[in-house]
């Protein structure tokens, strides 16, 4: 919690009335998802979160559910959520879907029009603005492939958020941490160059 009288990032500016899909993607960095929903919501957000299945291995969704207020979704092929076309009613519903973290493999998914979980299939039926925050081991971030992959996205209008530099959970060092909740936060709040 901040100081009095100190402001974060998150609250110079307002994401408000923005409808904040957050996806979250299978890595370490998923542990993060929770401080960025309240960034998010601190910022006058509202925010759906998504889930691929391989997120649920690092994160609940019970934990993303208490503090996006919001039921948490993780699969495509949900009965409840399916018989009214629930992908498509999300995708809809968005006006800013944010992958954070987003793997390699769903960088990959996002480059060449694969859709075969929740999050890789609001991502192809969606209309709004799409941003990433990248979060790998420094190898696969340079690796030739994902870096292509970045600039197809980069060239088709999606804002890329990072990755950082750093300590990583491997023990290794360099590019491919997840950058913190606010300066997510502060990224998205910036005008588009």
Same mark, same amino acid.
């Given at each position: $919690?901040?100081?009095?009288?100190?402001?974060?990032?998150?609250?110079?500016?307002?994401?408000?009335?923005?409808?904040?899909?957050?996806?979250?993607?299978?890595?370490?960095?998923?542990?993060?998802?929770?401080?960025?929903?309240?960034?998010?919501?601190?910022?006058?957000?509202?925010?759906?979160?998504? $889930?691929?299945?391989?997120?649920?291995?690092?994160?609940?969704?019970?934990?993303?559910?208490?503090?996006?207020?919001?039921?948490?979704?993780?699969?495509?092929? !949900?009965?409840?959520?399916?018989?009214?076309?629930?992908?498509?009613?999300?995708?809809?519903?968005?006006?800013?879907?944010?992958?954070?973290?987003?793997?390699?493999?769903?960088?990959?998914?996002?480059?060449?029009?694969?859709?075969?979980?929740?999050?890789?299939?609001?991502?192809?039926?969606?209309?709004?603005?799409?941003?990433?925050?990248?979060?790998?081991?420094?190898? $696969?971030?340079?690796?030739?492939?994902?870096?292509?992959?970045?600039?197809?996205?980069?060239?088709?209008?999606?804002?890329?958020?990072?990755? !950082?530099?750093?300590?990583?959970?491997?023990?290794?060092?360099?590019?491919?941490?997840?950058?913190?909740?606010?300066?997510?936060?502060?990224?998205?709040?910036?005008?588009?160059?």
């Amino acid at each position: $919690m901040a100081a009095a009288g100190a402001t974060s990032p998150s609250s110079t500016a307002s994401l408000a009335p923005r409808r904040v899909l957050l996806c979250v993607c299978g890595g370490i960095a998923a542990y993060k998802a929770v401080e960025l929903v309240r960034r998010l919501r601190d910022a006058g957000a509202e925010v759906q979160v998504a $889930m691929t299945a391989n997120a649920l291995q690092f994160i609940g969704a019970p934990s993303l559910q208490a503090v996006s207020g919001r039921s948490v979704r993780s699969a495509l092929w !949900d009965e409840a959520a399916e018989a009214a076309m629930g992908h498509i009613e999300l995708a809809r519903w968005a006006e800013l879907v944010l992958i954070a973290p987003a793997t390699a493999n769903t960088l990959a998914k996002l480059a060449h029009g694969l859709a075969d979980d929740l999050v890789s299939t609001l991502c192809l039926a969606t209309t709004a603005p799409l941003a990433v925050a990248p979060a790998m081991n420094h190898r $696969m971030w340079l690796h030739p492939a994902t870096q292509a992959n970045v600039a197809l996205l980069r060239a088709r209008g999606v804002q890329v958020i990072g990755p !950082d530099d750093g300590a990583q959970a491997c023990g290794e060092f360099g590019p491919g941490r997840l950058r913190e909740p606010d300066a997510i936060v502060t990224a998205l709040q910036e005008p588009a160059a």
